[in-house]
Nanobody
Framework: QVQLVESGGDVVQPGGSLRLSCVGSGAALDSYAIGWFRQVPGKEREGVACIESTDGGTYYGDSVKGRFTISRDNSKSTAYLQMNSLRPEDTAFYYC?????????????????????????WGQGTQVTVSS
């Protein structure tokens, strides 16, 4: 089983950028698709982006398309979320999550990568605050 640890959250002004990292341990990260999610108090967890385990296919939520980029470096067992042109509404707790290659095709072909229920392993999260 993989363990995930996020980092990189911070306070940033509107229009600024941040890069979040998600480091995996305990298992080879290239055996998992990685998703990034975010949540604010009182709201459901929102799927932000997803990257396939080895093919590198990427998927984005409508609210972040063109601003956020998900990537991964399997040699470093790390996935990233580059966030540009940040807005106050991007303020949230950000989580990375993993689903094994065995089940990855299910959520991808069903176009359900954005559902938290499709992922088995979660990090503890990191806070991103966009404020002037």
């Amino acid at each position: 089983q993989v363990q995930l640890v996020e980092s990189g959250g911070d306070v940033v002004q509107p229009g600024g950028s941040l890069r979040l990292s998600c480091v995996g341990s305990g298992a080879a990260l290239d055996s998992y698709a990685i998703g990034w999610f975010r949540q604010v108090p009182g709201k459901e967890r929102e799927g932000v982006a997803c990257i396939e385990s080895t093919d590198g296919g990427t998927y984005y939520g409508d609210s972040v398309k063109g601003r956020f980029t998900i990537s991964r470096d399997n040699s470093k067992s790390t996935a990233y979320l580059q966030m540009n042109s940040l807005r106050p509404e991007d303020t949230a707790f950000y989580y990375c999550a993993a689903v094994s290659k065995t089940f990855e095709h299910i959520i991808i072909t069903a176009d359900e990568w954005f559902l938290p229920s499709g992922y088995d392993f979660w990090g503890q999260g990191t806070q991103v605050t966009v404020s002037s």
